[in-house]
Nanobody, 116 residues
Framework: VQLVESGGGLVQAGGSLRLSCAAS????????MAWFRQAPGKEREFVAS???????NYAVSVKGRFTGSRDNAKNTVHLQMNSLKPEDTAIYYC???????????WGQGTQVTVSS
């Protein structure tokens, strides 16, 4: 299965972007998917997870600004990012949960750059 992210880009602080992640098949229709990010010189960190039923958890740093969603019929998940800050600059990765409950599947990432 492949995960392909899209929607990254350059935006000014306070702006918005919508990331999408498309899975090549319906592998994750009954599994959780998530968004992670990695800023230069930092470790990869959790952003949001979206359960198969639509339940969502957010990192404290993005709660209230980011909104996750999924469309199981289209094998896609989205991350709507509003009120972006320069500290949101990172490569954003989509992940799919494996049978053991770990994030076993990863996309190639999409760059998000927020200018001040």
């Amino acid at each position: 299965v492949q995960l392909v992210e899209s929607g990254g880009g350059l935006v000014q602080a306070g702006g918005s972007l919508r990331l999408s992640c498309a899975a090549s098949d319906g592998t994750f229709s009954s599994s959780a998917m998530a968004w992670f990010r990695q800023a230069p010189g930092k470790e990869r960190e959790f952003v949001a997870s979206i359960g198969w039923s639509g339940s969502i958890n957010y990192a404290v740093s993005v709660k209230g600004r980011f909104t996750g969603s999924r469309d199981n019929a289209k094998n896609t998940v989205h991350l709507q990012m509003n009120s972006l800050k320069p500290e949101d600059t990172a490569i954003y990765y989509c992940a799919g949960q494996g049978l053991g409950g770990t994030w076993d599947f990863w996309g190639q990432g999409t760059q998000v750059t927020v200018s001040s």
